[in-house]
């Protein structure tokens, strides 16, 4: 069991060093209009998802998880409430950023729909292990894409502060990746 935190942080430590780690830097003071897009766009789609990640902890009241699942859940969805107020408060002192551009094409909203419908059925249908192997990895693909998210939300937006805390952001939904994962290689038989 002590291989695992190990070989993660030297996991991280090569990533570190492959990707070149460092402090988010902030775009063109300018900010150009595709970066502005892109940035409106990425806090769009990245507060519908917390918004709904903040609600995940609900669960407990339709379906039961062992002690270690409901906390790391419960964590989850604090921060994800946390990461909904965060994008709220940059969005209410930026009035050019919109919290409801999403811009989605129309197939990829159905795929959305689609994708959803089916995880809800999946996560409603099963209980015991199978309910929580499907809620585990339900959490890696939302957190995954929740930290990509904020990470180029960060890479778009011109004010250094705000880059940080959008960094942050994405640094925290990474970590509770690596969470669910680790709890996910625990279970394993």
Known sequence: MKTIPLFLAVTMAVVCVLTGCHSPKAGSPSGSIAGQSTRSNCYSLLHQLLNDQKNVGLLRFIKREEGDVKRLVQKIAANSAAGATLLEELARHNPPINLSDIRLPSGEAAT????????????????????????????????????????VAGENEPQLDRARALAGLSTDMESLYQEVFLLLLSRRR
């Open 112 to 151: 959305r729909d689609a994708i959803a419908s089916t995880r809800k059925k999946e996560l409603l249908s099963r209980s015991g292990d199978e309910f929580e192997l499907t809620l585990l990895l339900t959490q890696t693909q939302a957190l995954g894409y929740a930290s990509h998210l904020a990470k």
